[in-house]
């Protein structure tokens, strides 16, 4: 195992329909079509019926493939899913995997050798938030709005790939959308203060095994703006001669280049560095454990206080971004 780099791609499904979908470009979707075609099976991770959760699935058939599109933030449960994988490889189907790169790492640990019908993908990852934390923040969304959730899109693109929101959907169908920057769960999310304590010091970034890791293409106007319509663009990086063959399967439904790693990478810090633990880490799952959501809501998602110094330097640097950019954007 190594974190040997092959090629790295900027890259967008030709299907605008399964790109709304999905979070970044819709690779994972088009790799996962390619597999099924095959007689393949996927493993992905869905939310529970309720919402509640996130948990490893396995897919048979393209019909249920909407189930694992789009990113969930939530560490997901991995159940049987290693065992199935095995039992899977063992009568000689072809299996893709997809999850985080310590459950990638998971998985070939268990399997104990390497299988010529397993394919992997992992992906850029920032870290998953507790599960706990979600479950509070969807209990107080259904209290607030006295409405269940049947459905979750943590992606949805409905105001563009970069100004992504959380949008979720309520029993009686009503959807409700919350701006990224605005949403409680999101801010405390991309605070740090509620991830898994292993993704202070994620070891998968060290070393991966997967054959293939996608990312959403933040710096793609640095590097390829042509490519940027707003509707999500992924980054592929292809780790393996294995992963490379199943792009290459694939690449009549892009839209693709070839780009330099180092400089995709960029605006990705994830791909190498793990999230800084919060000194208020320890104070904030005390308080969970207590405190009312709201109150929770107060202390850890309240509007950042910026001083006015950094706040000229940001007005300066979003003119600066908007001029180069034809558009901002959140970079996780
Ligand atoms: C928890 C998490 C953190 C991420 N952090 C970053 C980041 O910091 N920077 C960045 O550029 N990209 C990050 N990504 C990746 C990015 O959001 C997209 O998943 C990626 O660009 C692939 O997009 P897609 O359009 O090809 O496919 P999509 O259809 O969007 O991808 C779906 C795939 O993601 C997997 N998946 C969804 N939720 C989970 C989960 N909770 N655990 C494991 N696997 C899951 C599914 O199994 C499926 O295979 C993260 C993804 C997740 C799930
Ligand atoms: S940051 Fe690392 S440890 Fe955390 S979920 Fe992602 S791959 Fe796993």
Known sequence: MSNKILNTYAAYA????????????AIFSLIAEKILSLSGIVYGVTMTDDCKGA????????????????????????????????NDLN????????????QNNGLKKYLGKDYENLYCI??????????KLWRHYLEHIETINNAKIIGVNFRCK??????????????DKKKV??????????RMFLRNYCLRPSCYECEAKLVRCADL??????????????????????????????????????????????VDYNAAIKYNPSEITSAPRPKERNKFFSDLEKKEFIKM?????????????QKVKNILRNALLRKNNGGGGTVM
């Not at 030709?14 to 470009?25: A, E, N």
Request: proline share 3%; net charge positive.
């Open 14 to 25: 030709f299907d605008d329909l399964i790109r709304k979908q999905s979070s970044s470009g």
């Open 55 to 86: 948990e490893f699935v396995r897919v048979d058939n393209i019909e249920q493939l909407h189930l694992l599109r789009g990113s969930k933030y939530i560490q997901a449960k991995v159940g049987q899913a290693y065992k199935s994988v095995k």
């Open 91 to 102: 009568s000689g189907r072809i299996v893709l995997f997809s999850g985080t790169g310590c």
């Open 122 to 131: 992992d992906m850029v990852c920032h870290g998953v938030p507790s599960p």
């Open 158 to 171: 409905d105001q563009g790939w970069k100004n992504f929101g959380m949008e979720e959907i309520q029993h």
């Open 177 to 186: 959308y919350i701006p990224s920057s605005q949403d409680s769960f999101m």
């Open 213 to 258: 890791t996608l990312a959403d293409f933040w710096g793609i106007n640095f590097v390829a703006p042509e490519m940027n319509d707003n509707k999500g663009v992924s980054l592929v990086i292809i780790r393996s001669q294995r992963g490379q063959s199943l792009f290459d399967t694939i690449q009549e439904k892009l839209c693709y280049k070839k």
């Open 297 to 309: 809501e107060k202390k850890y998602a309240a509007d950042a206080k910026i001083p006015l110094k």
